[in-house]
């Protein structure tokens, strides 16, 4: 059974950083890209980054560019995404998730990840 449980998320303030955990059991993790998503009230849930299963190539939205790090530890089973310089429009309910298909390049849509984490709140004020 795959789980995969996220930590990390708070009330901050603008300009704050956070770093979002993700440890994964139940798979090979080494096999597989991880993405991080996150949902907003009254959204749709959006992409936010992604790392392949090396952790040799990365992909983020727009919006995070230059802010925002993934990263992963294969040893501890474990994704990160580093987020600085927070915005108040960052404030969502942040998800990982673990894809459909074993290695390959970042993954973007939703119904590319077949298991995903409960989310952990980051909210920002302004």
């Known amino acids: 059974q795959v789980q995969l449980v996220e930590s990390g998320g708070g009330l901050v303030q603008a300009g704050d950083s956070l770093r979002l955990s993700c440890t994964a059991s139940?798979?090979?993790?080494?096999?597989?890209?991880m993405g991080w998503f996150r949902q907003a009230p009254g959204k749709e849930r959006e992409f936010v980054s992604a790392?392949?299963?090396?952790?040799?190539?990365?992909s983020y939205v727009d919006s995070v560019k230059g802010r925002f790090t993934i990263s992963r530890e294969n040893a501890k089973t474990t994704v990160y995404l580093q987020m600085n310089s927070l915005k108040p429009e960052d404030t969502a309910v942040y998800h990982c998730?673990?894809?459909?298909?074993?290695?390959?390049?970042?993954?973007?849509?939703?119904?590319?990840?077949?298991?995903w984490g409960q989310g952990t709140q980051v909210t920002v004020s302004s």
């Open positions: 998730a673990a894809p459909r298909l074993r290695f390959g390049s970042p993954k973007y849509r939703p119904d590319e990840y077949e298991y």
């Open positions: 139940g798979l090979s993790f080494n096999m597989y890209g």
């Open positions: 790392i392949t299963w090396s952790g040799g190539s990365t």
